[in-house]
């Protein structure tokens, strides 16, 4: 979760940012993404400690294998976000502060979590905890790119 704790302070170095939109680069805004991104983070972890590990089985998933061991990266505009991490609402910066804090506080206990608590990937199925942590470092990590491209 070091990983993810350097990415956070990264996001949390673009706040200043938060109202810039480059609509060549995407629909939405830094803030936007920002906030989509810890939203993802919440989410994430919540349903991976309230998971009961006991019930969690790995079944092979050809576009986790993909995404997750092959490629290493998200590809572009191929998925849409679910509702749920999906920020609504006027964005600011005392908003995204609040979300860094709160997600800080949401990393808390991670390691104390069992190897198999797990949660529910649309796309990948059934994530226990080490492939978790590298999808939450390279979700952050993607959206942290497009950031960059917005900015450039």
């Known amino acids: 979760m070091n990983t ?4 956070i302070s990264k996001l ?5 940012f938060y109202d810039r939109i480059n609509h060549s ?4 805004s830094v803030g936007w993404h920002i906030e989509h991104s810890l939203k993802t983070i919440d989410q994430i972890i919540i349903a991976t400690k309230n998971s009961n590990p006991e019930t969690y089985k790995w079944k092979f998933n050809f576009y986790r294998l993909l995404i997750l061991d092959i490629l290493n990266k998200i590809p ?4 849409k976000a ?3 991490v999906r920020p609504e609402g006027t964005i600011n ?3 995204l502060q609040l979300s860094i804090q709160k997600a800080k506080e949401n990393i808390d206990g991670w390691n104390d979590l069992n190897k198999n608590a797990f949660f529910l990937h649309p796309y990948f199925g059934d994530l226990n905890k080490k492939p978790t942590e590298k999808f ?9 790119k497009i950031i960059d491209d917005i900015l450039n």
């Open 4 to 7: 993810l704790i350097l990415l």
């Open 12 to 16: 949390e170095s673009k706040i200043i």
């Open 25 to 28: 680069i995407s629909g939405e």
């Open 76 to 79: 572009r505009g191929k998925a």
């Open 82 to 84: 679910p509702k749920i």
């Open 93 to 95: 910066p005392e908003l």
């Open 136 to 144: 939450l470092a390279l979700h952050t990590n993607h959206h942290l």
